[in-house]
C-alpha cells in the first residue's frame, strides 16, 4: 500500500449485474484530493487515488502502489493481452452511458507462460494497481475481468489508463490503454441548497430541504397537520441520501430527463429510482418505489444556493 494513503468515503451508486449497490472504497490522498474537483485533463494521481478497482474473484492479492508499473519486456517470449472497451464514456460516481452499470473491463491474456500479475495504472499518475495471483496459474490463455468505479469528485474531463500482465517467469507484456470520458455536468448543477413546493395530501402536507454534496443529499423533512404547509408542526427529520446517475434520455419537450439511483444510508441502504427533469432554477423530481416517509413520489425542487 502507498505510504500516506488513507481510508476515504468512495460513494458512487452504481448498477452490477442490475443490481444497484453503494461502494465505499479505499483511496489515496494528495495535493489533489484533499479540496474540491479532480480534473482529469491535469491531475492524473488525484483521479487514481479516486478510483477504486478490484477483480471480481478471490485468487488474486489487490495492490495499491507508489511508482510506475513494470515495463514492457523486449523479450519475444513476453506475454500479450488485449483489453475491452478501449473508448468509454461515463457519469462521475455513477454509470457506463447507456447500460445503467458500472465499468467493467475485460482483460484477456495469452503468453507461452502463465499469468502471474496484472498492472493498471492513470497515465501519468505516481502510482498504480497491482493484481497478484496467490498461486501462479496454470493458464497461458486466460480472461479477467476488472471493475473500476469513478468517485464522484472526479469532474468532467478525460483519463487513459494502462493496463499490462507478466508472466510467472518475469516478462511483461505491452500495455493496452483503456480512455475514460468524464461527465460530471448534472452533479455539478444538483450541488447546493434546493427547497421543494408546498407537498400537500389527505389535509396534510411536507416541506423538504435539500442539501447536495458530491453525491450525497441531506434530506429534511417537515410535516405539518394543515394543507399548504400551514398548521402545526407535527414532525421533523433528517434523511441520508446518496445519488447515483445512471442513465439520461430526451423528454418529449425536448429536455433532459437523468435516471437516478438514490440510496437512503438511514434506512439500512435501502435504494430506489427516480427521473429528474433539470431546468433554470428548479428541478422536477419523480421517484418510483420511494419510502413513503421521504415524500419523493413527485415533487418541484427550487435553488436556493448554488455551490457549483
Partial sequence: MVGGIKMKNFFGTLAFGGVAISLIGCGGEDESTNVGIVDPGTQPTGVSSSLIVYMERNDFDEDRRAGSAPSMSMSPNAPAIEVSPNEVDVYSGGAVKGTREGLRITVDYSGINALDSLFLQVIGASEYFEFGAQENSQ????????????????????FCMDISASDNQGAVSEPDQVCVDVDRGFLDYLEGEWKSDCISSGGRSDLIEWSVDLTDATHDITKFDGPNCTGTIEDQYTRQLNLGVQDESTSGSGGLVYEVNVVDFTESNAYFFCEIVPNSGYFDIRCTDAPDNLSLSEARFSLVSSDS
Fill in 139 to 158: 493458464n497461458s490463455v486466460e480472461q479477467l475481468e476488472l471493475v473500476v468505479g469513478v468517485d464522484s469528485n472526479v469532474g468532467t474531463g478525460r
